[in-house]
T-cell receptor, first 111, second 116 residues
């Protein structure tokens, strides 16, 4: 079993839809949970991060972490064609700089 | 503030050759991490350097090595290239200080290595 599981998709939604992206993990030592967005032929761009359990909102994006279930989510409201990209979840333990990534979910937002 | 710069952007090498990739971190950042991204395995951690010292290493063979210079720039080297080394190699820059989290990692555009 991989440490971080993420459905690779692809996921195709109409413009304006609410998108839900998810990851599960097995390592209970993970404390920091990140979401990166990666456009084709580019490096990953940090969208948001959450420490431990809870929710965090930034504009159209909301990140949720449920440590009891070892489950994290990213919600995108009012999705736009410019949101079309691969979304990667990543996580690490306290004091560590080694990120463990999911394989990424490819999202297409259709105008 | 300039971002993370990786050079070159693209490389084509032949099996058995060696290659050196370069990463210049964000000004003031002292930690540099390297990752390999492939369609099959996703992003995998190679190693992390802080103040010229390797602090952490992933599960890759000894053909993969790296170093960091006093100005925090880092290089990674792959010797005796294999077809399976074809990948996007990404560098991430972080302040690296105690108390600064892994969440403060910013990635470069990557170097696309093709081994033929």
């Amino acid at each position: 079993q991989k440490e971080v599981e993420q459905d690779p998709g692809p996921l195709s939604v109409p413009e304006g839809a609410i998108v839900s992206l998810n990851c599960t993990y097995s390592n209970s030592a993970f404390q920091y949970f990140m979401w990166y967005r990666q456009y084709s032929r580019k490096g990953p761009e940090l969208l948001m991060y959450t420490y431990s359990s809870g929710n965090k909102e930034d504009g159209r994006f909301t990140a949720q972490v449920d440590k009891s279930s070892k489950y994290i989510s990213l919600f995108i409201r009012d999705s736009q064609p410019s949101d079309s990209a691969t979304y990667l979840c990543a996580m690490c333990g306290a004091g560590s700089y080694q990120l463990t990534f999911g394989k990424g979910t490819k999202l297409s937002v259709i105008p | 503030k300039a971002g993370v710069t990786q050079t070159p952007r693209y490389l084509i090498k032949t099996r058995g050759q060696q290659v050196t990739l370069s990463c210049s971190p964000i000004s003031g950042h002292r930690s540099v991490s390297w990752y390999q991204q492939t369609p099959g395995q996703g992003l995998q951690f190679l190693f992390e350097y802080f103040s010229e010292t390797q602090r952490n290493k992933g599960n890759f063979p000894g053909r993969f090595s790296g170093r960091q210079f006093s100005n925090s720039r880092s290089e990674m080297n792959v010797s005796t290239l294999e077809l399976g080394d074809s990948a996007l190699y990404l560098c991430a820059s972080s302040p690296g200080e105690v108390g600064v989290t892994c969440a403060e990692a910013f990635f470069g555009q990557g170097t696309r290595l093709t081994v033929v």
